[in-house]
């Protein structure tokens, strides 16, 4: 059985995981896209949603503790 710490720490993890993978890629896409590099688009736009697949990701993997 899954426990609510544990539940909390899947929280905590997909928010910080997403916020630090989803802001790299902003960061760095924006800052392409200012000087000139228009390829920097293909990171900024997926930024987000790549950001919330992470916390999917998470969330299936302790879902696949739960019995039955």
């Known amino acids: 059985m899954v426990s609510r710490s544990e539940i909390l720490i899947l929280g905590l993890t ?8 989803g802001g ?3 960061g760095i896409g924006l800052g392409l896209v ?4 228009h390829a920097g688009w293909v990171l900024v736009l997926p ?8 916390g999917y990701a ?5 879902a696949r503790r739960l019995p039955g």
């Open 14 to 21: 997909a928010g910080v995981a997403g916020s630090l993978v």
């Open 24 to 26: 790299l890629m902003l």
């Open 34 to 37: 200012v000087n000139g590099v």
């Open 47 to 54: 930024a987000a949603p790549v950001a919330g697949l992470l």
């Open 58 to 62: 998470l969330a299936r993997r302790l």
